[in-house]
């Protein structure tokens, strides 16, 4: 496998038997929103961790911007912290005891002290959450406590953004403002972005390719509108009716 992809991308390929069955390679690139669609238990979270180092398959190879991250051979594999990943999860994953800006700047560590707030409150105020910046999360709503874990994840000026069902635990006038403002947002991001979702909504607004897959396995990737139209065979129609109904009413 090559160790570049068009515009310093991302370049990826997983293979193990346990816990969930992995057997893939994808490679996403410099500016690039590629979606990851299937069943639960298809893989889509486990490979976001793995690319992000919270686990390590049997065999594969990370490559992000020139740079080895992981590779089974060469017994290469840099932890988490050593990775510039940005991750956000359904689950928001905030501080509880920390406010807003504490949480952003808890992802600030390696800046001067003294520019950290102020790094901070900007990001919250590109998030839309401007006089907020002083809540905890438990007097955030849904989206706006997930509009401060995505400022947290572009805090660390990451080298590949994960995002794993970012607006699937919002209400749906919620999740249609979020996927407006992250459609504004991505158009500005520079790395490769890996979006985990069920929502065929998601795909067609915020992702420029997708993979379909299924048992650990990508049966077809392609530009949305090519999967979309021509699906590779029936099992990948199926797979994209059953993400459509799984998505919110």
């Not at 065999?59 to 992000?64: L, S």
């Not at 510039?84 to 808890?106: C, D, K, W």
């Amino acid at each position: 496998m090559a160790d570049s992809a068009p515009a310093a991308g991302l370049i990826v390929r997983f293979e193990q038997h346990d816990p969930i069955p992995l057997d893939l390679e994808l490679t996403a690139a410099h500016g690039e929103v590629l979606a990851l669609v299937g069943p639960s238990g298809s893989g889509k979270s486990t490979t976001l961790r793995a690319i992000a180092g919270l686990h390590n398959p049997a065999r594969g190879r990370v490559v992000c911007s020139g740079a080895v991250w992981f590779d089974s051979e060469a017994n290469i594999a840099l932890p988490a912290r050593q990775r510039r990943v940005g991750m956000v999860f359904q689950s928001y994953a905030l501080f509880p005891h920390l406010t807003a800006i504490e949480n952003v700047m808890e992802a600030l560590g390696d800046r001067a002290p003294e520019t950290r707030r102020a790094e901070a409150a900007a990001l919250l105020s590109r998030m839309h959450l401007d006089g907020l910046e002083n809540r905890r999360p438990a007097a955030l709503s849904g989206g706006e406590q997930q509009r401060v874990a995505i400022a947290r994840a572009l805090a660390r000026r990451p080298e590949v953004l994960l995002l794993d069902e970012p607006l699937s635990a919002v209400d749906r006038v919620t999740r249609r403002r979020l996927r407006r403002e992250l459609a504004e947002m991505r158009r500005e991001l520079p790395m490769p972005v890996i979006l985990v979702t069920h929502d065929l909504d998601d795909v067609t607004r915020l992702a420029d390719r997708v993979c379909v897959m299924h048992g650990g396995r990508i049966l077809q990737t392609g530009t949305v509108a090519e999967v979309m139209q021509h699906p590779a065979d029936a099992k990948v129609a199926e797979l994209l009716d059953l993400a459509d109904e799984d998505g919110p009413p």
